[in-house]
């Protein structure tokens, strides 16, 4: 990966024990490599030291955009999308490709690591020539740089009519390759879709939803079990995952979540598919401590751990969409056990008929009279919502993580060393061997003991409160880097219906074919306004749920304390 540059929002005071680098508001520094993990990247400083850096502490700084681009390509010679995001690890492959996959030859070659541990992931580069001209709904060409959830625009770039929605084009130029273009004039000549393919969205007193799943189900990912094959040569970690409406277990790796991720993210065109966690752990491992081999073990299972839980929330998430949790992928991903079945599902998961544009084929949406401009307000209000949350989620996300860093190192530090002092006065005042002394004596080395058992609490309090609160941040800032390429989807089919009413308006449209262009207009809106609810109520669930848990255990832990302070002041009362 090329080097790139970055601006420090916040100061960080790096633990060079652990191969971190300090810096201070405002300075530049050089990213070495992104792919770290966990929220992590390698930088370099102004004088040469390298070191690792929280990401959500720094901004990348844009390249210039060129002043005369290159001139597009025809469309068909656009390559498959790549998939950016939190886990950077989603790529698209062909059929052939994915069948050579199971005999594990995406697997790093390593008995010392897991599931890909030692491995560098790469995704597939994109073609910034295929996006030009009218069969993509006339956007300009994309900037080929590398895309990143926490950066925006250079000055003067054409980002979109909204204003705030990211420069993101992969899966756009998926949706006019699969035929948005196509889907808009009405050129698809098979629209029969099937009762079982077809989605529906209602029209409820919030506005336009997803039809509910009238069976929800839960599913349990558990058990990551080392395995390995060729003799050693190649390692992996299976997870056993357990659907509540079947209890049968299914053993899957890393790569069949990655398999499925390329589905979803293929078939459902107005549905942002939330990135996965990250595959890879072994640069994260050697900076933290390179010269030991055990603890470089014992992180490695902490990955192991922390994956499974990110795995579980993603899972958690799809099983709990409306749409995701009924699809056929996901019941073939989640129920088949059998190996041969499985090659039969996947073949046909990845040769679905309506992905892209046919995608909306498969919409049933109410009919609508709403009026392109009412669409174009909702739109906007949303755009704005989903820049303004991700910068909250990125600021939140930076403070969580600091005081989570205190609660374990200054916090901590801080309180024991007033143990200490507490428990050096009582030894001084235990001189003193007279009656009167003695009572007193105890209580301050009582005191000394209350503040070195305060002082591990603070250690141990991060996992009850900021990392289930970091979690659900993180989990939301994966969402929100998604959404622009819904919105560009949804942006370049209502700019194609305002074209075709222009037309109309020229006497060069009929109005029969300009009124099925904005009915399919509608059919998309209806279908990324049902999205957008179904976000919306889901994050007033998941944020309820997480401020509870926060302050619930804050308050509980700051009574735990109040007790123990209490318990030394008796005892000094009573001496």
């Not at 029969?192 to 009238?214: F, H, R, Y």
Request: aromatic share 10%; net charge negative; hydrophobic share 35%.
């Amino acid at each position: 990966m090329a080097e790139v540059q970055a601006t420090a929002l916040y100061e960080f005071e790096g633990d060079v024990s652990n191969g971190e680098l300090s810096f201070k508001p405002g300075e530049t520094l050089t990213i070495v490599q992104q792919d770290v993990g966990e929220g992590w990247w390698e930088a370099r400083n102004y004088k040469g030291q390298l070191g690792l850096i929280p990401q959500a502490y720094v901004e990348l700084i844009e390249p210039p955009m060129p002043a005369f681009p290159p001139p597009p390509a025809p469309i068909a010679s656009a390559p498959a999308h790549d998939h950016n995001g939190w886990s950077n690890s989603g790529h698209q492959q062909s059929q052939e490709a994915w069948d050579d996959d199971w005999s594990d030859d995406d697997e790093a070659s390593s008995t010392s690591t897991g599931d890909g541990v030692g491995s560098v992931n790469q995704s597939n580069a994109s073609n910034p020539q295929a996006l030009q001209g009218g069969g993509n709904f006339g956007l300009s060409q994309a900037n080929p740089k590398r895309s990143s959830a926490a950066s925006t625009s250079p000055p003067g770039t054409d980002m979109s009519k909204y204003g705030t929605v990211k420069k993101s084009f992969n899966r756009f130029s998926q949706f006019a390759k699969a035929g948005g273009e196509a889907y808009m004039m009405g050129h698809f000549t098979s629209t029969n879709v099937s009762s079982a393919d077809k989605i529906n969205v209602i029209e409820t007193a919030d506005g336009l939803e997803w039809q509910p799943n009238n069976q929800p189900y839960t599913c349990a990912v558990r058990s990551p079990k080392k395995e390995s094959k060729l003799k050693g040569l190649k390692s992996f970690i299976a997870y056993q995952i357990t659907p509540s409406f079947s209890n049968i277990v299914v053993s899957r790796r890393y790569k069949h979540f990655d398999w499925l991720h390329v589905q979803l993210e293929n078939k459902f065109t107005c549905i942002p598919i939330p990135p996965l966690p990250d595959k890879t752990i072994s640069a994260a491992i050697g900076a933290l401590n390179p010269s030991s081999s055990a603890r470089a073990g014992r992180y490695e299972d902490e990955f192991i751990d922390q994956r499974m839980k990110l795995l579980q929330l993603w899972v958690d998430r799809i099983c709990r969409h409306p749409v995701l949790s009924l699809s056929e992928v996901f019941q073939h991903f989640l129920t088949c056990t059998d190996e041969k079945k499985w090659k039969v599902g996947k073949r046909k998961a990845e040769k679905d008929e309506y992905t892209g544009g046919k995608f909306f084929l498969t919409l049933d949406a109410p009919p609508t009279t709403k009026q392109l401009a009412d669409v174009d307000a909702k739109m906007e209000t949303f755009c704005k919502f989903q820049k303004n949350m991700e910068d909250n989620m990125k600021t939140l996300s930076a403070v969580a993580y600091d005081n989570r860093k205190k609660h374990l190192g200054p916090f901590k530090r801080e309180y024991q060393k007033l143990g200490a002092s507490f428990k050096t006065l009582a030894l001084t005042f235990s001189l003193d061997s007279g009656t009167y002394s003695q009572q007193l004596t105890g209580a301050i080395d009582f005191t000394g003991d209350t503040y070195n058992e305060i002082g591990n609490l603070f250690e141990k309090q991060p996992r009850n409160d900021l990392e289930p609160l970091m979690d659900t941040l993180n989990e939301y800032k994966g969402m929100l880097g998604q959404f622009p390429d819904v919105l560009k989807v949804h942006e370049g089919a209502i700019g194609k219906a305002k074209e075709c009413v222009k037309l109309q308006g020229e006497n060069r449209m009929q109005e029969n074919a300009v009124t099925s262009v904005v009915q399919r207009a509608d059919v998309i809106s209806c279908g990324t306004l049902a999205e957008i609810n179904h976000f919306h109520k889901q994050r007033c669930v998941d944020f309820k749920d997480v401020m509870k848990t926060f302050l619930s255990a804050q308050i509980k832990f700051y009574a735990e304390i109040s007790q123990k302070l209490q318990g030394a002041l008796d005892k000094v009362e009573t001496s």
